[in-house]
């Protein structure tokens, strides 16, 4: 590896459906670094915040519903697995991954409160380095210094495609409109936002997923790792 001016640090930013989480627990593993989902931990303050009936436009119920969170993320069960997140010691590894919370959580992400306290808690996590970390604006606001960086992008009907598969894997019905719909909806909302926006950093490597492998990705992105 090269570039030890900057943080010994993987971020691999991008819309939803572009393969960003199997890809980064490849790379994790792959360098023996420690895979950051931020995604997931957007997802879980958005389903405390939701649960709890918070008024996102009163941003001091915001702020007292943090304060009062308990966050813990924990390494994934299996290779294919997503990490586990315990919320006030709460599993909730599951119930973070439909669809809906992927909506609240872009809602939530856009709250300057509750960016404010996790993107604290993801630098704390990586502080020490070796990390892989994955979102929306790892490379951008997050890990601004880290030494290799990435931005995935795919066409909005394949990533709707490849969610769709993985919903239905998992057994659940799927509308594919409806889908499509919420995945543009997302694409905007997240570029639209005012803090930190999903935008490529100016220094990362850029890779359309659209038509290569999961495989193929992960070997081009070790390649300029290594």
């Not at 030890?4 to 670094?33: H, M, N, Q, W, Y």
């Given at each position: 590896?090269?570039?030890?001016?900057?943080?010994?640090?993987v971020t691999i930013d991008g819309p939803s459906g572009v393969g960003k989480s199997t890809i980064s627990r490849r790379i994790a593993a792959s360098l023996s670094?420690?895979?950051?989902?931020?995604?997931?931990?957007?997802?879980?303050?958005?389903?405390?915040?939701?649960?709890?009936?918070?008024?996102?436009?009163?941003?001091?119920?915001?702020?007292?519903?943090?304060?009062?969170?308990?966050?813990?993320?924990?390494?994934?069960?299996?290779?294919?697995?997503?990490?586990?997140?315990?919320?006030?010691?709460?599993?909730?590894?599951?119930?973070?991954?439909?669809?809906?919370?992927?909506?609240?959580?872009?809602?939530?992400?856009?709250?300057?409160?509750?960016?404010?306290?996790?993107?604290?808690?993801?630098?704390?996590?990586?502080?020490?380095?070796?990390?892989?970390?994955?979102?929306?604006?790892?490379?951008?606001?997050?890990?601004?210094?880290?030494?290799?960086?990435?931005?995935?992008?795919?066409?909005?009907?394949?990533?709707?495609?490849?969610?769709?598969?993985?919903?239905?894997?998992?057994?659940?019905?799927?509308?594919?409109?409806?889908?499509?719909?919420?995945?543009?909806?997302?694409?905007?909302?997240?570029?639209?936002?005012?803090?930190?926006?999903?935008?490529?950093?100016?220094?990362?490597?850029?890779?359309?997923?659209?038509?290569?492998?999961?495989?193929?990705?992960?070997?081009?992105?070790?390649?300029?790792?290594?």
């Amino acid at each position: 590896m090269s570039d030890t001016r900057k943080e010994r640090i993987v971020t691999i930013d991008g819309p939803s459906g572009v393969g960003k989480s199997t890809i980064s627990r490849r790379i994790a593993a792959s360098l023996s670094f420690t895979y950051l989902d931020t995604g997931a931990m957007y997802r879980a303050v958005g389903l405390k915040l939701k649960e709890a009936r918070v008024d996102l436009d009163d941003a001091d119920a915001v702020l007292d519903c943090l304060n009062a969170t308990s966050l813990k993320l924990l390494p994934a069960r299996a290779g294919s697995d997503g990490v586990g997140v315990l919320l006030d010691g709460r599993d909730v590894s599951q119930e973070i991954r439909s669809p809906e919370m992927s909506m609240i959580a872009s809602a939530t992400s856009a709250l300057p409160a509750v960016r404010e306290k996790l993107t604290l808690m993801q630098q704390e996590i990586g502080i020490e380095g070796k990390i892989v970390a994955e979102g929306r604006d790892t490379g951008t606001v997050v890990f601004p210094g880290a030494a290799w960086k990435f931005y995935l992008d795919a066409a909005p009907g394949i990533r709707m495609q490849r969610r769709a598969e993985q919903l239905r894997s998992q057994g659940k019905q799927v509308d594919e409109d409806e889908l499509l719909a919420m995945t543009v909806k997302r694409d905007h909302d997240d570029q639209s936002r005012s803090i930190a926006p999903l935008c490529k950093a100016v220094d990362a490597h850029v890779i359309d997923t659209s038509l290569l492998s999961i495989d193929e990705v992960t070997e081009a992105m070790l390649a300029l790792i290594t």
